[in-house]
């Protein structure tokens, strides 16, 4: 059975650190290209990092500087380190597989979605 598994989430204040991490299961994870997305409140689900195909990263312009992810596949878990945090950081953050490695980060592209992770920022 797929899992994926998001940790870390909660409440800071502006300008906090979180990091945040998700486990894998029930897949070969190191065949999968990893993501991390966020929903805020009444707002689309959006693509913030990737770990691409050659290891490469890719990142949302409005985190870029801010957020960092990375993996370790003896782990099976993918990470997203999150600096100087902003209230429009504030959102559920979700974990994503993605097959074919050609998501990246649109949402469409992705097998496997864990059930999120609640990041509140304060000011």
């Known amino acids: 059975q797929v899992q994926l598994v998001e940790s870390g989430g909660g409440s800071v204040q502006s300008g906090g650190s979180l990091r945040l991490s998700c486990v894998a299961s029930?897949?070969?994870?190191?065949?999968?290209?990893m993501s991390w997305f966020r929903q805020a409140p009444g707002e689309e689900r959006e693509g913030v990092a990737a770990i691409n195909e050659d290891g490469s990263t890719s990142y949302a312009d409005s985190v870029k500087g801010r957020f960092t992810t990375s993996q370790d596949n003896a782990k099976n878990t993918l990470y997203l380190q999150m600096n100087s945090l902003k209230p429009e950081d504030t959102a559920m953050y979700y974990c994503?597989?993605?097959?074919?490695?050609?998501?990246?980060?649109?949402?469409?592209?992705?097998?496997?979605w864990g059930k999120g992770t609640l990041v509140t920022v304060s000011s």
């Open positions: 029930g897949f070969t994870y190191s065949s999968y290209c």
């Open positions: 994503a597989a993605d097959r074919h490695c050609i998501g990246g980060l649109v949402e469409s592209g992705m097998d496997y």
